[in-house]
């Protein structure tokens, strides 16, 4: 029986690359979110009414059951050809990890917040952005443009110039902080032989690092080595608060408080 994995993560947190990045790989297998309702397998679980009021039996048949497993690469094969995107040769029979990548506010408003705590044959990769301002302005770019992801050889993301009233930067950067804290809760309920932590800022901090953070990655899952390509790329390029139109205001409001330090060199 293929291992199983879950990324565990956050909103604008580089979960889609790292995703991309793990289905490079011949012997695994990330299907991505399962838990919001938009997702292909959520929906057919609602259709049927399986599961009902139970997720973390739904969370066992999508990680641990064979016809989870083929249910999920099904609706990945009609995902990639709804997105015209190119068959990649993966064959299920070949996987040996298999796994999801689901928000921790996802976990908690469902109730199942203990979910991995209390699977010990689930590995867990935190995925954190600690920079909590330059979530919050890549969240907002998202709601402005509508772009999720920049693929390479694809336009970037136009120099979209944002207007944010200081006290709503000041609410939301709360708002994230407290996001933060409850994914670090979570992974600290998981024993530390089956947890990895990856910092999206370590993890973007160039080709080289990316490739070694991938490498401890596979090792960690117990997956022969493998050098994926980076095909994807940060929505914000360079310093996002530059992509604010009263940047000034923005910092000055920041000055004094917690917050300050994301403002600093």
């Known amino acids: 029986m293929a ?8 909103g604008r947190s580089g979960s889609n690359a790292l995703v991309n ?11 991505g979110e399962v838990l919001g309702d938009w997702n292909l397998i959520r929906k057919v679980q609602r259709r049927l009414g399986a599961f009902r009021g139970n997720d973390a039996a739904y969370l066992d048949f999508c990680l641990a059951n064979p016809w989870g497993h083929r249910l999920a ?3 990945r094969t009609v ?3 709804i997105k015209q995107r190119p068959r990649d040769g993966k064959r299920l029979s070949k996987v040996q990890h298999i796994g999801i990548k689901d928000f921790a506010l996802n976990f908690q408003r469902l109730g199942v917040a203990e979910y991995l705590a209390q699977r010990p044959g689930i590995k867990v990769i935190g995925l954190e952005r600690e920079n909590l301002l330059d979530r919050m302005i890549s969240n907002a770019m998202l709601e402005a443009s509508g772009v999720v992801e920049i693929r390479e050889g694809k336009n970037g993301q136009p120099d979209t110039q944002l207007r944010l009233e200081p006290q709503e930067v000041l609410d939301a950067l709360g708002v994230i902080e407290a996001e933060n804290t409850t994914l670090n809760q979570m992974l600290a309920g998981i024993p530390q032989e089956r947890r990895m932590h990856v910092l999206y800022e370590d993890f973007f901090a160039g080709p080289e690092r990316t490739s070694a953070i991938m490498d401890e990655v596979h090792r960690f899952l117990g997956v022969d080595p493998y050098k994926p390509e980076v095909r994807m790329r940060k929505i914000v390029q360079g310093r996002s608060i530059d992509r604010l139109a009263n940047r000034d205001e923005v910092i000055e409001a920041l000055k004094g408080t917690r917050f300050q330090r994301f403002i600093e060199g």
């Open 3 to 10: 291992g199983q994995h879950v990324i565990l993560t956050l």
């Open 21 to 31: 990045l793990l289905n490079q790989h011949p012997q695994v297998l990330n299907y």
């Open 79 to 81: 995902q990639r050809r």
């Open 73 to 75: 690469f099904a609706a």
